[in-house]
């Protein structure tokens, strides 16, 4: 079991890619229409991953840097989106970016916040902002309100390596108020889903680096467990995956 935050994705790339959810196009207007965080503005992507978060900004004529230490998912996210004229990679962390002082407009983090030593990552961001440069804070958090939810929560619980160790470090209200302090940070949620198949809800599960991998013991109870839950819940052989998406923003 890989423990590190910075390798422990390395080999869930693909399915990374391939299946972990998007970000409402919603977010890049609130943060427009809120923090005036026009197109003409620096993004960097902090534990950008293959670039999910990068993306969402790109396609709307932005121009982001995506910091990435893990090498496969930088790489990754080069291949993605090399072609966007306003990308670029660069290998970072959150504790040391390896950006210039006052160098970027706003600071975002998608699914990755949870990895960062807080301490440490929050001077790093105050060095690379601008004066009056924003931060926003991005997860998908999956809903566990239906039934199908609630057993694929259940699922993940049983099977899992950390993921109640994961889930939690530094994502509660307290640890987010408390990073934003003294200013005030502002929470804004949105909708989101995935619609999966069996195939596509496999991948969303082996792509969660808390889950056993194809060759780790514990994979074929998992995926068989995985099996029984689809076939009770599918609807015309799919199965929904809901999410609230929190934005926690504000100044550092």
Not at 129 to 157: C, H, M
Not at 203 to 221: Q, T
Request: charged share 25%; glycine share 6%; aromatic share 12%.
């Amino acid at each position: 079991m890989v423990n590190n935050s910075t390798t422990r994705f390395s080999n869930r790339v693909e399915d990374y890619v391939k299946y972990r959810p998007g970000y409402p196009v919603e977010i890049v207007k609130f943060l427009h229409d809120n923090y005036s965080l026009t197109q003409d503005k620096l993004i960097a992507d902090i534990g950008a991953g293959t670039g999910i978060s990068t993306a969402l900004f790109l396609n709307k004529g932005y121009r982001v840097i995506a910091v990435e230490p893990n090498d496969e998912m930088r790489v990754k996210s080069v291949e993605l989106l090399g072609t966007y004229h306003g990308f670029m990679a660069h290998n970072g962390t959150a504790e040391n970016t390896g950006l210039t002082d006052a160098s970027v407009d706003a600071v975002i983090a998608g699914q990755a916040f949870h990895w960062f030593d807080t301490v440490l990552t929050r001077a790093e961001f105050k060095r690379i902002l601008k004066p009056g440069g924003i931060v926003a804070l991005i997860w998908n958090e999956r809903k566990t309100s239906s039934a199908f939810e609630q057993e694929y929560d259940e699922l993940i619980i049983k099977h899992a390596r950390d993921y109640v160790k994961v889930d939690h470090r530094n994502i509660d209200t307290e640890h987010i108020a408390a990073f934003f302090n003294p200013e005030a940070v502002h929470l804004e949620i949105f909708q989101n889903k995935q619609v999966f198949d069996f195939e596509g809800l496999k991948g969303r599960l082996m792509s969660s680096s808390y889950m056993p991998a194809k060759d780790d013991e514990g994979f074929d109870d998992m995926i068989a467990d995985l099996q029984v839950i689809f076939d009770k819940f599918k609807q015309d052989g799919m199965i929904t995956i809901n999410y609230d998406t929190k934005v926690y923003s504000g100044k550092l």
